[in-house]
């Protein structure tokens, strides 16, 4: 059985009262009850247990996913890092062997030309002597000739290289010819060699030049490719030249190269090997394989190091190894990561390598960041779970279930006079508690409610709450009849809107406006299209559509960087959309596609407008990059003959003028 226990003053006021009925009431012990009854809603003590009970329950469990997923990034992560730094550190290796072998590019053409010059130089020498000679002599050609022999002696080529002189009239080639003690000079019959007759005659009308001559030129009559460099001296009818042998040259640059690779390192210690395709090592870590067969070295699994190598550059060219190798200044084997290339100018095979337990220490390094990482994240979000629940659990014992709820709550009777309304409720209505009893919905909502409430059970309906603060709230209100100790009293949620009408308007506007350039977006132009030929079928209004393309815009995205192509295009839209007029649209069509509406305007207006903003792009200049823009264009009028034209219709025809632009050379307006 249920008692109302009440406790009373001297005259009759209840100043306590126990939780079992909820109507409390004042009364004076002469006139039975003498004040009015109101509603208070009763705690429900076993859902607080219930809530808080689920919340420790939901708080565990979240913590457990915490956990759990803190594990599955830490071991996904843990793997990345491992590809992630594995990958670069074979870019790292494959990138220096890659700038040795532009190096190596670099100092061949620098030493070739160096020689190149070289037998240039000693060619103008002689030859100024020569003709020297023959401008002072009062002799003979003959005797002239005569006395060159004699210079000749006198002449010490440029090391690897020779000179020689071909007298035209007799035949005949003097050649210097260096012995032990001094240099004599040989008579050779050219005629024997015709690939130096092939070129007599280009010697002669060119006058000079360089040449690949196979010829014997010393004293071992060996059949060499030289380069040479021959001048006419027509006066004389003689051919001065001057060679260098060509497998000199290379045997000179790669011993030069083979010194200076030696020489390279980068980082701590990495170094560069080379070996020849037969296996003979030419710049090695351990100075006593250089010279020798390297070809027999084996890997721990007896797997041929060298014989992988070979494989993966007759197939493709390069490729990576894994193998065990010493390690400079340190005792045992080690595994290594090797890149390795072909280096076809001197047939050889260059490559570098690094040492894998410096991946892993680094790997270690980072994976222990990033557990520590993770802890300090897991502690953090415990301790916000563990600060909520507390929070939780302490609000419990001070609030309703009601007065927890995001939504206002009001209970209600059938006149509308509100009885009751939690936290959130008088946060829109703009009242304090103790104002609770002055409200009626019919004087705060500006739909009926009261009549909808006589008719239905539920409504549920959208309507603006004018609060007594002066605010006008869009709200949705659920209304529904219920019991409260047996009497029948109405249940009102409202929910403020504010936010999300709000947002309505915000993806409204988003869904119509370009992200990038800040102007319309193709949906929002095609559908002006639409409505200016609906406008021009009705009332005969002319009406221009453009159609503008930047002119080369995927040079500059190539040339500066996607960003920076960005940049032009919010410039291309931002000066279009200042230089039309207030009653144009302009929208991005696409890429650095840009439509144009000029409603009320036929195609010459346009085409002034267009023209003129095509001058403004086309004069400006962006400093930082020193580049000027154009575009191309075209415009079409809305014809009120072909009223069953369609907007996709009108957009074909103004694409295929502006194609029409670019094809006649771009920075144009076709109409």
Do not use: W
């Given at each position: 059985?249920?008692?109302?226990?009440?406790?009373?003053?001297?005259?009759?006021?209840?100043?306590?009262?126990?939780?079992?009925?909820?109507?409390?009431?004042?009364?004076?012990?002469?006139?039975?009850?003498?004040?009015?009854?109101?509603?208070?809603?009763?705690?429900?003590?076993?859902?607080?247990?219930?809530?808080?009970?689920?919340?420790?329950?939901?708080?565990?469990?979240?913590?457990?996913?915490?956990?759990?997923?803190?594990?599955?990034?830490?071991?996904?992560?843990?793997?990345?890092?491992?590809?992630?730094?594995?990958?670069?550190?074979?870019?790292?290796?494959?990138?220096?062997?890659?700038?040795?072998?532009?190096?190596?590019?670099?100092?061949?053409?620098?030493?070739?030309?160096?020689?190149?010059?070289?037998?240039?130089?000693?060619?103008?020498?002689?030859?100024?002597?020569?003709?020297?000679?023959?401008?002072?002599?009062?002799?003979?050609?003959?005797?002239?000739?005569?006395?060159?022999?004699?210079?000749?002696?006198?002449?010490?080529?440029?090391?690897?290289?020779?000179?020689?002189?071909?007298?035209?009239?007799?035949?005949?080639?003097?050649?210097?010819?260096?012995?032990?003690?001094?240099?004599?000079?040989?008579?050779?019959?050219?005629?024997?060699?015709?690939?130096?007759?092939?070129?007599?005659?280009?010697?002669?009308?060119?006058?000079?030049?360089?040449?690949?001559?196979?010829?014997?030129?010393?004293?071992?009559?060996?059949?060499?490719?030289?380069?040479?460099?021959?001048?006419?001296?027509?006066?004389?009818?003689?051919?001065?030249?001057?060679?260098?042998?060509?497998?000199?040259?290379?045997?000179?640059?790669?011993?030069?190269?083979?010194?200076?690779?030696?020489?390279?390192?980068?980082?701590?210690?990495?170094?560069?090997?080379?070996?020849n395709k037969e296996g003979k090592a030419l710049v090695f870590s351990n100075k006593d394989y250089v010279g020798k067969d390297i070809s027999n070295l084996k890997d721990d699994d007896g797997s041929s190091i060298y014989d992988e190598i070979i494989t993966d550059v007759d197939r493709n060219g390069e490729g990576y190894i894994e193998y065990n190798w010493t390690k400079p200044e340190a005792d045992g084997m080690f595994s290594k990561l090797s890149y390795f290339r072909t280096y076809d100018k001197c047939d050889w095979i260059i490559g570098t390598g690094v040492y894998e337990n410096v991946i892993e220490e680094n790997i270690l390094a980072l994976e222990s960041d990033l557990k520590n990482e993770i802890r300090s994240n897991l502690f953090r979000v415990l301790l916000v779970i563990g600060l909520l629940i507390f929070i939780l659990l302490l609000f419990q014992f001070y609030s309703t279930i009601t007065e927890l709820s995001v939504d206002g709550i009001m209970i209600i009777d059938s006149m509308g006079q509100v009885l009751d309304v939690n936290r959130k409720g008088l946060e829109l209505i703009g009242i304090t508690r103790r104002n609770i009893n002055d409200i009626n919905v019919n004087d705060i909502f500006r739909d009926d409610i009261s009549t909808k409430m006589g008719i239905k059970k539920h409504v549920n309906i959208e309507s603006v709450l004018d609060n007594r603060k002066g605010k006008e709230i869009p709200v949705e209100i659920h209304i529904k009849l219920g019991k409260i100790r047996k009497r029948e009293y109405y249940i009102a949620y409202l929910r403020d809107l504010t936010k999300r009408i709000s947002y309505e308007k915000k993806l409204e506007e988003l869904a119509l406006v370009d992200e990038l350039t800040g102007i319309h977006n193709r949906r929002f132009i095609i559908n002006e299209v639409k409505s200016v030929i609906n406008d021009q079928k009705e009332n005969k209004k002319p009406a221009s559509i453009a159609m503008i393309d930047l002119d080369l815009f995927k040079n500059i995205n190539d040339t500066y960087g996607h960003t920076y192509g960005d940049e032009i295009l919010k410039y291309l839209a931002n000066t279009i959309k200042d230089n039309i007029r207030e009653m144009d649209y302009i929208g991005r069509y696409g890429g650095e596609e840009f439509i144009i509406v000029f409603p009320g305007t036929n195609i010459k207006s346009a085409y002034v407008i267009l023209n003129r903003i095509k001058n403004i792009i086309k004069n400006h200049t962006f400093e930082e990059k020193k580049l000027k823009l154009s575009f191309s264009a075209g415009i079409v009028e809305i014809n009120r003959t072909d009223v069953h034209n369609s907007a996709s219709d009108y957009i074909k025809k103004v694409d295929k003028l502006l194609y029409k632009a670019k094809e006649n050379g771009r920075d144009r307006i076709e109409i």
């Open positions: 059985m249920k008692v109302l226990i009440c406790i009373f003053d001297k005259i009759g006021n209840i100043i306590g009262i126990n939780r079992y009925y909820d109507i409390i009431l004042t009364v004076d012990f002469t006139g039975g009850i003498k004040m009015r009854t109101f509603l208070r809603v009763k705690p429900l003590s076993y859902i607080r247990e219930i809530i808080s009970l689920l919340i420790i329950i939901i708080s565990l469990a979240i913590t457990i996913f915490i956990v759990t997923m803190s594990y599955n990034r830490y071991e996904s992560d843990s793997k990345k890092i491992r590809e992630q730094y594995y990958s670069y550190h074979k870019r790292i290796i494959k990138n220096e062997v890659q700038n040795i072998c532009r190096y190596m590019d670099y100092y061949i053409s620098k030493s070739e030309e160096i020689y190149m010059e070289d037998i240039k130089q000693q060619v103008y020498t002689i030859y100024d002597i020569i003709a020297n000679e023959h401008i002072n002599a009062k002799n003979s050609r003959q005797d002239v000739k005569n006395k060159i022999s004699s210079i000749l002696d006198n002449v010490t080529p440029y090391p690897l290289t020779s000179y020689f002189l071909v007298e035209l009239d007799s035949d005949r080639m003097i050649i210097p010819r260096a012995n032990s003690s001094n240099i004599d000079l040989g008579i050779l019959e050219f005629q024997n060699y015709s690939e130096f007759n092939n070129i007599i005659d280009q010697v002669q009308e060119k006058g000079e030049g360089f040449y690949n001559i196979n010829c014997i030129l010393d004293d071992n009559n060996d059949d060499n490719y030289k380069l040479s460099f021959v001048k006419y001296l027509e006066p004389l009818n003689v051919i001065i030249g001057s060679s260098v042998n060509t497998k000199d040259i290379d045997g000179v640059i790669k011993k030069e190269l083979l010194e200076r690779i030696r020489s390279f390192t980068y980082d701590i210690d990495g170094y560069f090997y080379v070996t």
